[in-house]
């Protein structure tokens, strides 16, 4: 029974411990982040790297609308060959486009 006190305690003092380490080290960080960040957060930093950041998204989404138009055209395609070679050419109607 004593010795569960006695492994209680030194288990509770290593919690203690380490906890008081880990918060230490963790301000430590916050304190190098918050200098380096400081130096860098001008108005126009800031400016850049969000214009940067939507310049990326729009490039993505850009070539994601043409990558799903040309897949979707492809896919078209074989449908429309699908069904012609089944029943023959279809005739699309009035184009719409023009």
Not at 36 to 64: G, L, P
């Amino acid at each position: 029974m004593f010795k569960r006190v006695i492994w209680m305690g030194v288990g509770a003092a290593a919690g203690s411990v380490g906890t008081i380490w880990a918060e230490r080290k963790v301000k430590a960080q916050i304190d190098r982040v918050s200098q380096t960040v400081s130096e860098k957060a001008t108005v126009q930093h800031v400016a850049t790297i969000a214009r940067d950041r939507v310049v990326d998204v729009r490039d993505t989404v850009v070539a994601a609308i043409g990558e799903g138009r040309s897949t979707k055209q492809g896919v078209e395609a074989e449908m429309r060959q699908s069904v012609a070679d089944r029943w023959g050419p279809v005739d699309r109607g009035p184009s719409s486009t023009g």
